[in-house]
């Protein structure tokens, strides 16, 4: 069975929303498409205490097994790198022939995903799309352009074709999150001492070690700085507030928020604050409110609570697919029930229309709506799924509600990818249905 | 040491980084010398120069691109006998981990800064742009380098004397042919397809909480 595997980044033990979001559109391929989902996770980045509840943990976002990678180095590195993981991580790849590998878009994942395309003849796609349509997988690059893998030339018939990887690099906010329901079965990947050393190289001693590391300091990995105050000296931030006076492109900002319903680059804004008055068009609010929050102390969440992941029930039991969230009311190609909005500058007089939502009859069981918080309720959501709607009207500012667009994300062609297309998938993947 | 750079759009930070290595080679995919116009390139420098008309091929998706960037880039580095090479981390982000597998050396990708140590046997230090972290990483001088860009270029204008001509090279002078570059992977169609609209939050602590949870401290 061909799989997609999932680098999955930890902080402090717990995965990055970032990776838990590629998990999630990894679990919805794999079950629209027969492909097994493995999670793969840095042993070192996953302290002794987090790693009994990474199964269940993992499972409950979507994953079938999870892989932990040993390093060749027996100091771990504070920052992932390629390197260390170059053998466990080949090794993965021989024992489960990714077609599709998928990592969060930070630093590591920029590092990571090109040299595993590079190192294994795959095919790299920055901040590109993977997705189901008309029941195959589909891929679209960093500028939103599909993209076909070309045939070889010559195709030996005596032979299984051979399988393209395609990695990407998968930028926050792009899917939603998915659920599993049962937990994913833990084994440990090491690489053996008679392998390839991590960088191949025929000179001893090329390789990088980390030497030290140094926090970032404030305003050094976040900012919304004038631009005067940037000189080229100035470390590109990993996460950056596109506004008028601040310009970061992909390649320098691995997270680019913007504020106000018209951000500057607003084709890379990912993550959105909208406007709370759009009479004022005033911005400077918003920023000060961020900033008042990123100065209260952060009290983690630890989530989910042990009690809301699946247990096992046989130990002995093979391994299986875990079924996701039922398909009703989600963008196919995202897995997104939350609300979105456009930042284009579109005029008022151009009416927002609703796309239709996909009729549907089963309900294995309640979705869960609302805002991101709602991700990580402690008890899968359902019991704030009830309470959701009026709680988010109550606290949303008018403004928001008027411009919440809950259609799927855009697609601009009329033909296959028209949502009678997608109406038509949805209604045959729908659980407890049976198809046609 | 030799230490080649690529020049491309953005690559003040890796030039300079190349000055303070050693001897720079800066090389260009181009088919004129007005690509090293406005490049701050130290008066030493070599310029080399490759052209090729597969090079112009606009039907290449730029991971194509890069792809075969990275065989003329490796063998240009093979040419002169540089040690270190300097890119610049480009749109498609594939150039630096081909080159690197091309030479069979190690990668640093996010290079903020670089500094030899040693005489004798002298050691790269680099620092990297990590998650939580600047990184800072210690290793042989034989590597590759994928420097990030600027946020902005210097608004000083940038005097660069016309200099030496450029060493032009073809594929033959690099004992390569077009059989030599990988065949295009990917079919592209024009027209952007999918548009990714921003995930919306509704309060700055929500997005704060969230930017934490991707890693901002």
Partial sequence: ?436 | MKVLVLVSPLCGRAVKLAASLGDVYALALAETDAVFSGVPLPDSARRVRVWDKMFQDDALHPFDGEARAAVVVAQVARHVGASTVLLTESTAGYLGAAVAEQLNLALVSDVISAQLEGRSDPELVVSRRGLRHVQTLRGGVQAVLSVLPPLTESTQTIEVENGAPSTVLSLEDLSLSAADLPAPTLRTQNAPQRHHQPRLFLGAELLVERLRRDGLE
């Fill in chain 1, 1 to 436: 069975m061909a799989s997609v595997l999932v680098v999955l980044e930890f902080l402090d033990g717990e995965p990055l929303c970032a990776s838990l979001e590629a998990l999630g559109q990894a679990r919805r391929l794999g079950s629209a498409l027969g492909l097994s989902v493995c999670a793969l996770a840095a042993m070192e980045s996953v302290g002794q205490e987090h790693r009994e509840r990474l199964g269940p943990l993992l499972g409950y976002y979507g994953a079938d097994t999870v892989t932990l990678l040993t390093a060749d180095e027996p100091k771990p590195c504070e920052e992932l790198r390629f390197a260390p993981y170059a053998r466990a991580l080949l090794q993965a790849t021989d024992e489960l022939p990714p077609r599709l590998f998928l990592m969060a878009d930070t630093p590591a994942g920029r590092e990571i995903a090109p040299r595993m395309a590079a190192r294994t003849n795959g095919v790299f796609l920055a901040r590109g799309d993977a997705v189901c349509e008309q029941a195959e997988l589909r891929f679209y690059d960093g500028d939103g352009r599909r993209v076909e893998l070309e045939e070889p030339d010559e195709i030996d018939l005596t032979m299984p074709p051979p399988v393209t990887s395609v990695m990407i690099t998968v930028p926050a906010g792009r899917y939603a999150l998915s659920r599993g329901s049962e937990p994913a079965s833990v084994r440990f990947a090491a690489a053996l001492a008679d392998e390839n050393p991590s960088e191949r190289t025929p000179v001893p001693g090329t390789g990088f070690v980390e030497d030290s590391v140094r926090r970032y300091r404030p305003g050094e990995v976040f900012f919304w700085r004038e631009k005067e105050t940037v000189t080229e000296q100035t470390v590109p931030p990993v996460f950056a507030v596109l506004c008028d006076e601040c310009f970061a492109d992909r390649r320098s900002a691995c997270v680019r928020v913007g504020i106000g319903a018209n951000p500057a680059g607003q084709d890379d804004v990912q993550l959105l604050l909208p406007l709370v008055d759009p009479k004022t068009q005033n911005t400077a609010g918003l920023l000060a409110a961020v900033e008042a929050a990123l100065k209260k102390p952060w009290e983690r969440r630890w989530t989910p609570p042990l009690s809301a992941l699946p247990q096992p029930v046989n130990d002995d039991k093979e391994p299986a697919l875990t079924i996701a969230r039922p398909w009703e009311g989600v963008d196919m190609s995202t897995g997104d029930t939350e609300p979105h909005t456009a930042a284009t500058t579109a005029s008022e007089d151009d009416a927002i229309t609703p796309s239709p939502t996909p009729e549907t009859t089963a309900k294995a069981f309640p979705l869960v709506e609302g805002a991101d918080e709602n991700m990580w309720d402690d008890d899968l959501g359902l019991a704030k799924t009830q309470e959701a709607a009026p709680i988010v009207e109550e606290s949303a500012p008018m403004v928001e509600q008027e411009e919440v667009v809950t259609a799927p994300i855009d697609d601009s062609s009329e033909d296959e990818n028209s949502l009678e297309t997608k109406d038509a998938v949805v209604a045959r993947d729908e659980p407890g249905k049976e198809r046609s």
